[in-house]
């Protein structure tokens, strides 16, 4: 199964993206994970993207399409991937179309999720991160466990520093700038299956499956 995850920043692509990944045992490949792991790390390419992330604009498309090219040629990626955050503008899109074709694989489904945006801004203010293990968390919808710690890994939770409100309005900004078109181009590929966020993960979850299981049955037939 090879999908892409599309959505707001905060829409919970990295939530269910980890639930679809359990499920079809496919690797989950976030950019802003990757990202973030080499910013911990203190790395070139840390430092460099930390620039951009931190303003809550895009990092450069050269830098990030290296990125994603490398991983999708590891082993794991061969019986599928679950792509969350990757392609996020336009030349993305079209360089990742280019690649699959190179590799001879087609893509089954981008699944978007829509959120508004009071209600993105409404629910960043409480998104917690493991900085470990790269679950997400709630203050209300799916909090931590005991003491605000991770209950998959034990590690503290944190509040991403690009989830601060000023940010998170202009990351919105380049939302819809950017990445929104890309609804567009994969609904003229016949690949978009949208389904609402709820603040409830297992009903996002839920509509995701359904949706997900009459959409190859779609296709297949
Ligand atoms: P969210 O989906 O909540 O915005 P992510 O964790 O996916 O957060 O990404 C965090 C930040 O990393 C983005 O705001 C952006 O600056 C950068 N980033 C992630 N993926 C990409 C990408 N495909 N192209 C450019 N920048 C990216
Ligand atoms: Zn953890």
Do not use: W
């Not at 973030?36 to 390419?45: A, Q, V």
């Not at 909090?143 to 991770?150: A, H, L, W």
């Not at 991403?160 to 609904?187: F, G, M, N, S």
Request: charged letters at 30%.
């Amino acid at each position: 199964m090879r999908l892409i995850m599309l959505g707001a920043p905060g829409a919970g692509k990295g939530t269910q993206a980890v639930i679809l990944s359990e499920r079809f045992n496919i690797p989950h490949i976030s950019t802003g994970d990757i990202f973030r792991s080499n910013i911990k790390e203190g790395t070139e390419l840390g430092k460099k993207a930390k620039e951009y992330i931190d303003k809550g604009l895009l990092v450069p498309d050269e830098i990030t399409i290296g990125i994603v090219k490398d991983r999708l040629l590891q082993p794991d990626c061969r019986n599928g991937f679950i792509l969350d955050g990757f392609p996020r503008t336009i030349p993305q899109a079209q360089y990742l179309d280019k690649a699959l074709e190179d590799m001879g694989i087609m893509l089954d489904a981008v699944i978007n999720i829509y959120v508004s945006d009071d209600e993105i801004v409404r629910r960043m203010s409480g998104r917690r991160v493991c900085p470990s293990c790269g679950m997400s968390y709630h203050t209300d919808y799916n909090p931590p466990g005991k003491n605000g710690e991770c209950s998959g890994c034990g590690t503290a939770v944190v509040q991403r520093e690009d989830d601060r409100e000023e940010t998170v309005i202009k990351r919105l900004q380049t939302y819809h700038a950017q990445t929104e078109p890309l609804i567009d181009y994969y609904e003229k590929q016949g690949k978009i299956l949208t389904v609402t966020g709820r603040d409830k993960i297992e009903d996002t979850t839920g509509e995701l499956f359904s949706s997900l299981d009459s959409f190859r049955q779609k296709m297949s037939s």
